[in-house]
């Protein structure tokens, strides 16, 4: 033991928890792994698919619109999808520090295809509405999951504690 650091009976409880969680984290740290590269690539694939289904509905409204013949809904279109996901962000994170990260996310995979698969197969506006709010809560879950799993992954919990962090994200604050 060095000289610098007290003995682990010194240290209260939640420290030393704190400092088993870190070092925990830096030794499941093997961004050489597949399991590793797996999971990124899982996780990059799900937020992409969650980016894709908030940009693609500018494109689909008017042929939307023409299907349904519902030019008064437009607004809702787009609206229930980003409705949904913001009343879902704030206790998505709570969700996820409650339960297990992989079944919540997996959860919310399944919610979020419900969502657009009921949009695939809306026999009218409304429907097509309400499928976009239920993909809207699927997305919410999706995207901060996928911050929890890269928070796990990716995380080097000892850079608070440093000083040879980088410059240039220090330039733009």
């Known amino acids: 033991m060095s000289a610098d650091q007290p003995p682990a009976a ?44 908030r940009l693609i509905i500018v494109t689909a409204i008017p042929e939307i619109t023409d299907q349904f013949n519902s030019i008064e809904d437009i607004g809702w279109y787009g609206s229930s999808y980003i409705l949904a996901a913001t009343c879902l962000f704030p206790t998505s994170g709570r969700i996820y520090y409650l339960y297990s990260t992989k079944s919540v996310f997996l959860v919310n995979l399944v919610i979020f295809e419900a969502g657009s698969a ?43 504690d440093s000083c040879d962090s980088p410059l240039l994200p220090h330039a733009f604050t």
Request: net charge negative; glycine share 10%; hydrophobic share 45%.
């Open 118 to 160: 009921l949009c695939g197969a809306a026999p009218s506006s409304t429907a097509f509405i309400i499928g976009r709010a239920i993909a809207g809560l699927g997305s919410a879950g999706i995207f901060t999951g996928g911050m929890m799993v890269l928070l796990h992954q990716l995380a080097d919990w000892k850079a608070h």
């Open 10 to 53: 010194d240290k209260p409880a939640q420290q030393q928890s704190v400092d088993d969680e870190y070092e925990d984290a830096e030794k499941n740290y093997q961004p050489k792994s597949l399991k590793f590269w797996t999971l990124l690539a899982g996780v990059y694939l799900s937020i992409f698919l969650v980016a894709l289904d």
